[in-house]
């Protein structure tokens, strides 16, 4: 005899596990398998995924090793040609047509043009590369300008500091700050030493 809430439970698992393909029509779990199962879901449901990913590994190792059939790979393998050959957009005959007619169209445009036609295509063509390269230089000459606008001041204090710095009268100042410095970082110490005893 089953109890009424154990059959419910047990209806859910099988639903569930029918439903994703872990049992087959008419076939029915043994406990144990019901009890990992069952555990799996509570698992996933609970957002608890390591330990979900623990439960469902317990359920994989109880399904059997599915084998391939004979010839399947042939078979597949057969169906993949016969799609890449039959549905391509250049297999048809009206694709085909059309690139031909467009070919031919272009080609007979070129051969009936006057020949100082071409030429005159070829060196505006040409005319049209060296007005790029002609603004492209343009452009680097503006910057390299702006760059020297900008660092012709910068140069100029640098070489005003630096003559400033190398005359005697500022190195002389700048000794004497070094060694008040330097005496009074020495009494620091003294003063810190006396008070570490």
């Not at 040609?81 to 690139?99: D, E, I, Y």
């Not at 505006?124 to 603004?135: H, K, L, P, W």
Request: charged share 15%; aromatic share 4%; net charge positive.
């Amino acid at each position: 005899m089953t109890r009424p809430g154990r059959n419910k439970k047990n209806h859910a698992v099988r639903e569930t596990c029918g439903g994703a393909g872990l049992v087959g029509e008419g076939e029915t779990m043994d406990r144990e398998s019901r009890d990992r199962v069952a555990a799996w879901i509570r698992a996933e449901q609970n957002g608890a995924a390591d330990e979900g990913d623990r439960a469902f590994a317990a359920v994989a190792r109880g399904w059997g090793r599915v084998t391939v059939p004979d010839g399947l790979a042939a078979r597949v393998a057969a169906a993949a040609a016969r799609l890449a050959l039959g549905s391509g957009v250049w297999t048809s005959w009206w694709t085909r047509t059309g690139v031909a007619a467009s070919l031919a169209a272009a080609g007979s445009m070129l051969a009936l043009l006057p020949s100082g036609a071409l030429g005159s295509m070829a060196l505006g063509s040409v005319q049209m590369g060296a007005a790029g390269v002609d603004r492209a230089l343009w452009t680097a000459r503006a910057w390299l300008t702006m760059v020297g606008a900008v660092m012709q001041p910068v140069a100029h204090a640098a070489t005003v500091l630096g003559g400033l710095l190398l005359a005697p009268a500022p190195l002389g100042v700048i000794a004497v700050n070094v060694a008040v410095a330097a005496g009074a970082l020495a009494a620091l110490r003294r003063l810190l030493a006396a008070r570490e005893v």
